[in-house]
């Protein structure tokens, strides 16, 4: 698997290398680690989708300013001894991720004083291609992007591997949106002067028909995953 994705060029490989020596394991399982959410959009009736879903809101709050929560229902005993708040540095510049060892990519990031986003998993449009993933591009947005604005921009126009939604927060009021994406196409919801929250399935029409997968998978509760979104 490592082999495979050396040659189709994916990105951070001596990272990779350096995390599987750290970890004593192999460079295959860091690999399919990181991974793991393009594995998850292998469609359909994977058994891994059940796991990974995730709620995220951003509003303005008057006298403190924008407040960005996001919670990861993954009910996997493991992870939250393996959660980690990481600190990214490059001279100057630092960024934060809440992320998990071991994995590269970002799930949940912020650049103090500009902005941050995280992301939710969304039912697979189509099959993953070979573009970056959804939480690398994230964390490129965090290595280059320096405000609110461009962050939109870089995680609304650059071609992904899969469909993934990205909730983006600034710091001045009306800086907040989520963004529904697929493989290819994008559309935001902006925060506006109220509130913007997302779950796991597709709010806008143009993409709803994706949303079929998640009335086949079935919650500990006994309901859709698409009612438990809803």
């Known amino acids: 698997f490592s082999q495979w994705y050396k040659i189709c060029g994916g990105p951070y490989t001596q990272e990779l290398n350096a995390w599987a020596n750290a970890l004593g394991v192999s460079l295959g399982t860091v ?42 229902d993954w009910p996997l005993n493991s992870l939250g001894n393996a959660t980690r708040l990481f600190r990214f540095r490059c001279g100057q510049r630092e960024f934060l991720s809440v992320g998990i060892i071991g994995y590269l990519g970002v799930l949940s990031g912020m650049l103090p004083g500009r902005c941050s986003a995280t992301i939710n998993w969304a039912p697979p449009s189509s099959f993953p291609s070979f573009n970056f993933g959804p939480a690398f591009v994230l964390r490129q947005t965090l290595e280059e992007c320096d405000s609110y604005d461009e962050a ?14 990205y909730t983006v927060a600034g710091i001045e009021p009306g800086q907040g949106c989520v963004i529904e994406r697929t493989r290819s196409q994008a559309v935001v919801h902006p925060l506006g002067h109220g ?18 997968d998640l009335c086949a998978i079935e919650t500990s509760r006994g309901e859709s995953a698409y009612q438990n979104s809803c």
């Open 31 to 72: 690999t399919m680690l990181n991974c793991s959410y393009e594995l998850s959009q292998l469609r359909l009736g994977n058994p891994v989708s059940k796991l990974l879903g995730c709620t995220t809101g951003i509003r303005w709050l008057e006298g403190v300013g924008i407040i960005h929560a996001r919670t990861l």
């Open 152 to 165: 939109v921009q870089r995680l609304t126009r650059t071609p992904l591997s899969a469909s993934v939604f």
């Open 195 to 212: 509130v913007v929250t997302h779950a796991n399935h597709h709010v806008a029409e143009h993409f709803s028909r994706s949303n079929q």
